[in-house]
Nanobody
Framework: VQLQASGGGLVQAGDSLRLSCAYSGRTSSAYVMGWFRQVPGKERDFVASISWNVYTQSSDSLYSDSVKGRFTVSKDDAKNTMYLQMSNLKPEDTAIYYC?????????????????WGQGTLVTVSS
């Protein structure tokens, strides 16, 4: 699975921004995609994840407490793209954002559960 993240940029506090993660390659019938972020010198932290089960046509999502209510994760299977809609951005949201792929359910916050990663896109929020 190949992942390509895009959409980062410089915004002001309170602004909105949408990140995209285009994916290609062979996926499983039930999988999870996630967003993580990393500030230089710190660990890569979980932001949000979304699952999809082809058999039950069901989806589940999970958010970190720091972004719950402000960020929304979604996916468009027709475009093979996952999105992260970020609203009411804060300076502490400044980081490099990575998208990741997990080959099985359930949704997870654990970085080591995701085996495929995209290259990161930088989000900078000025105060």
């Amino acid at each position: 699975v190949q992942l390509q993240a895009s959409g980062g940029g410089l915004v002001q506090a309170g602004d909105s921004l949408r990140l995209s993660c285009a994916y290609s390659g062979r996926t499983s019938s039930a999988y999870v995609m996630g967003w993580f972020r990393q500030v230089p010198g710190k660990e890569r932290d979980f932001v949000a994840s979304i699952s999809w089960n082809v058999y039950t046509q069901s989806s589940d999502s999970l958010y970190s407490d720091s972004v719950k209510g402000r960020f929304t994760v979604s996916k468009d299977d027709a475009k093979n793209t996952m999105y992260l809609q970020m609203s009411n951005l804060k300076p502490e949201d400044t980081a490099i954002y990575y998208c990741a792929f997990k080959l099985s359910l359930p949704v997870s916050t654990l970085r080591d559960c995701y085996c495929y990663w995209g290259q990161g896109t930088l989000v900078t929020v000025s105060s």
